[in-house]
């Protein structure tokens, strides 16, 4: 895997010289200055929260732990790495960068945060310098200007191969957490254990993930962000929802499953549909596809199999007019993912700005641009068993449409949501997770 990305990063550098030198021309800007960031200490404390790094900074290069550091480009030059590395016996000291990367760059070592001053641009008015207020030193202060914002946010969507190969990576690190927690749950394991197994199969600890883990047991596959994990296994184990990923050089992987219990045949079929519905919707991951268009595809298709399998008796586009699909799938079909879980300028209309409204009736979609080749975008429908929509659903008139008995016998279920995180290109879409599924 080295050699390849050691054979694809030049042309990822490339690319970002080439979208950097755009966006720094379009503010009339001469140079990009990005810290890494600083740790952020906790209140009244001595401890600081898990470093994050600034994404503008690790997208130059794979150094998620490099706090203090800052890169340094003007346009027609090598790229400057101004590398942190403190004096210090209290913690582990970053290594010296080493790797397929290093030569693309000049490298400075400082050995205290604000010596990286003297190899800081004088000028900081010609600067465009993107982090966060927290960033500063001295006079070296952010501006994040929103033209060159704007045009670098568009553009990250459309991943390099270099990128790609990077989130085929995080992929196979996070179905291998899959494969793992699935085991654990048919074991009986606690939604604690169920997290531990996760995080060893992965190899990573919770603050390396893209995201908190949702681990849950029977009801809770209903909360959509559950993350508490119990620490004792429920007496009767019928269904089990994980939306885990996992990291690789800063990129995410973002990956739901949902399983039944061996005899909970009803629920099975269900999932069954759900997956099906999915693949489908995978396969419309094509060059020039609406994103909210498909979302909308989606609550049709949705609807039908809420019909298939008796929970509802109108027809799917009434149940879609209506708001009855919304109700069972009350969220986005997906969102644009990479080095952030959910990508930045989902809804952004062009590389100067602007904004793509969602569809009306759809306020948590995060996606609404047309799909392009490079891009990478999960899809995730689910289908939910949620005390608080269902009462709303209720007090409908469409509540004399739906059959209560089945939509309460399922809410011991929880839900199911089936997540892919797949390429678009110009012909077949390219789907990560199962292609890692299929390897393991
Ligand atoms: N794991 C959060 C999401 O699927 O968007
Ligand atoms: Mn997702
Ligand atoms: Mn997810």
Redesign the pocket.
């Known amino acids: 895997m080295t050699d390849t990305l050691a054979a694809l990063y030049p042309q990822h550098l490339a690319t970002l010289r080439e979208r950097t030198d755009t966006a720094l021309a379009r503010g009339g800007f001469d140079t990009l200055v990005v810290p890494a960031g600083r740790p952020i200490t906790k209140f009244l404390d001595d401890q600081d929260y898990p470093f994050i790094v600034n994404p503008h900074f690790k997208h130059w290069l794979p150094l998620t732990d490099a706090p203090g550091s800052w890169l340094v480009y003007t346009p027609g030059n090598k790229p400057k790495l101004i590398f942190l590395q403190p004096r210090d016996y209290w913690h582990v000291v970053p290594e010296a960068p080493s790797g397929y990367w290093v030569d693309h760059f000049d490298i400075v070592i400082v050995r205290k945060p604000a010596d990286a001053i003297a190899e800081l641009p004088a000028a900081t008015a010609r600067c465009a310098i993107i982090g966060d207020d927290h960033c500063s030193l001295q006079d070296v202060r952010p501006n994040n200007p929103q033209v060159v914002i704007d045009h670098l946010h568009y553009h990250r969507a459309y991943k390099t191969p270099y990128e790609l190969e990077l989130m085929r990576e995080a992929s196979r690190r996070g179905t291998r957490g899959h494969r793992a927690a699935e085991q654990a749950f048919r074991a009986g394991e606690s939604e604690f254990g169920i997290h531990m197994a996760y995080l060893k199969a992965v190899g990573q600890i919770d603050a390396e993930l893209p995201?908190a883990s949702?681990v849950g047991l029977n009801e809770h596959g209903a909360v959509l962000h559950y993350t508490n994990f119990d620490r004792s296994a429920p007496a009767a184990l019928r269904s089990f929802l994980i939306?885990a990923?996992a990291s690789a050089s800063g990129y995410a992987s973002?990956i739901?499953r949902t399983y039944a219990s061996a005899d909970a045949g009803e629920f099975q079929a269900l999932i069954d549909s759900v997956d099906a519905a999915e693949r489908g919707f995978v396969a419309k991951v094509r060059h020039g596809q609406s994103y909210p268009d498909l979302h909308v595809h989606a609550h049709h298709v949705l609807a039908g199999v809420l019909r298939e399998h008796g929970f509802i008796r109108m027809s799917p586009e009434s149940a879609v007019e209506s708001g009855v699909s919304a109700a069972f799938f009350p969220h986005g079909l997906g969102?644009g993912i990479g080095m952030q879980?959910?990508d930045v300028a989902g809804f952004q209309a062009s590389e100067t700005g602007g904004t793509i409204a969602r569809p009306e009736g759809h306020p948590y979609l995060r996606l609404t641009r047309e799909l392009g080749a490079g891009m990478v975008v999960?899809i995730?429908p689910g289908i939910y068993f949620i005390d608080m929509l269902l009462a709303e659903l209720k007090n409908k008139p469409v509540a004399s449409d739906i059959d209560w008995a089945k939509v309460d016998r399922f809410r011991q279920y929880g839900g199911i949501r089936i997540?892919d995180d797949v390429v678009c290109t110009t012909g077949e879409p390219e789907n990560l997770t199962r292609d890692a599924f299929a390897a393991l």
Do not use: P, R
């Open positions: 995201y949702i939306d990923g973002d739901t969102h879980v959910h999960t995730e997540e």
